[in-house]
């Protein structure tokens, strides 16, 4: 099953730019390989990222079949209030996986 | 273990390939340059495109197309008057220009983003940043790749 890691620290002072480090277990198979028969492999990849703080989206991104497999995507964001993120994957073939982190903030 | 009949099916496909290649057409660069042209195109519209303020950080040396390391840091405040919007990747050679677009803002704090990405062949790799003002500003990065990232056949 579809694997995720997010890296937020626990604890930040407010208005502290922290920065988030993401990573999604997914081949991001690009579409322009061939089996050893010459057969194209579909495409199957990760296509939209959100990351939301306190339900407000604080950050997204669009990926492409130039995207290395385990996509790993790093930002930087304002600590402003303890809560939590919400970070979500969506791709091809109905993949969606969504993955959450606490934050509190002093 | 491979079979004799795989072998030679495997074989066959290559030499096809290879020879689909030798078809190609003679300015597949120019063609490459056009599609590139067309992509950046369709998230500037017919904006100005500026070189500066933009740095975009990558080995140029790199032994393995396949996972590249980059980031792309922008010079800007990052306050609600003044801050990048969007960060958008691009490179040369591969089948399809696009690499990532990035969403930003003002809660953003600093203009930084870095990913991994797969690059096909020696070639430019492009980082356009769009302003909250509606400007462009952007770097260039040529690398050499050694191993390409998966593309057996027909750079295209």
């Given at each position: 099953?579809?694997r995720?890691?997010v890296n937020?620290?626990a604890?930040?002072k407010r208005?502290?730019?922290?920065?988030?480090r993401?990573l999604a277990?997914?081949?991001?198979?690009?579409g322009?390989?061939?089996?050893?028969?010459?057969?194209l492999?579909p495409?199957?990849i990760?296509?939209?990222f959100v990351?939301?703080?306190?339900?407000?989206?604080?950050f997204?991104?669009?990926l492409?079949p130039a995207?290395?497999a385990n996509p790993?995507?790093?930002f930087t964001t304002?600590?402003?209030?303890s809560g939590?993120?919400?970070?979500?994957w969506?791709?091809?073939?109905?993949?969606?996986?969504?993955e959450?982190?606490?934050?509190s903030?002093? | 273990?491979i079979?004799r009949?795989d072998f030679?099916?495997f074989?066959?496909?290559?030499?096809?390939?290879?020879r689909?290649?030798?078809?190609?057409?003679?300015?597949i660069a120019a063609?490459?340059?056009a599609a590139?042209e067309?992509a950046?195109?369709?998230v500037v519209g017919?904006?100005?495109?500026?070189?500066?303020?933009?740095?975009l950080d990558?080995p140029p040396?790199i032994?393995?197309g396949?996972?590249?390391p980059?980031s792309?840091?922008?010079?800007s405040?990052?306050?609600?008057?003044d801050?990048?919007?969007a960060?958008?990747?691009?490179?040369e050679?591969?089948?399809?220009?696009?690499?990532?677009?990035a969403?930003?803002?003002?809660?953003?704090?600093?203009?930084?983003?870095s990913?991994?990405?797969?690059i096909?062949d020696?070639?430019?790799?492009i980082a356009?940043a769009?302003?909250?003002?509606g400007?462009y500003?952007?770097?260039t990065v040529?690398?050499?790749?050694?191993?390409?990232?998966?593309l057996e056949?027909?750079?295209?």
């Open positions: 099953m579809a995720v890691v937020v620290p604890s930040a208005g502290e730019v922290i920065e988030i993401t277990g997914h081949v991001m198979e690009s322009f390989r061939r089996t050893e028969r010459g057969v492999i495409r199957d990760i296509t939209r990351c939301t703080y306190n339900g407000v989206e604080i997204s991104a669009e492409h995207m290395a790993l995507i790093s304002v600590a402003t209030e939590a993120l919400e970070f979500r969506t791709g091809d073939n109905g993949y969606a996986v969504t959450s982190a606490k934050i903030v002093a | 273990m079979s009949r030679l099916l074989s066959s496909c290559v030499l096809a390939s290879s689909a290649a030798a078809q190609l057409p003679p300015n063609l490459r340059q590139l067309e950046i195109r369709k017919d904006a100005q495109v500026r070189p500066g303020k933009v740095t990558l040396l032994d393995n396949n996972t590249v980059l792309v840091t922008v010079d405040p990052m306050t609600e008057a801050h990048v919007k960060i958008h990747i691009f490179t050679k591969n089948p399809q220009p696009f690499v990532m677009s969403h930003l803002g003002p809660r953003s704090g600093r203009a930084r983003i990913t991994r990405a797969r096909a020696t070639g430019k790799v356009i769009q302003l909250s003002d400007s500003w952007s770097d040529s690398v050499v790749v050694t191993l390409s990232a998966c056949d027909g750079l295209i």
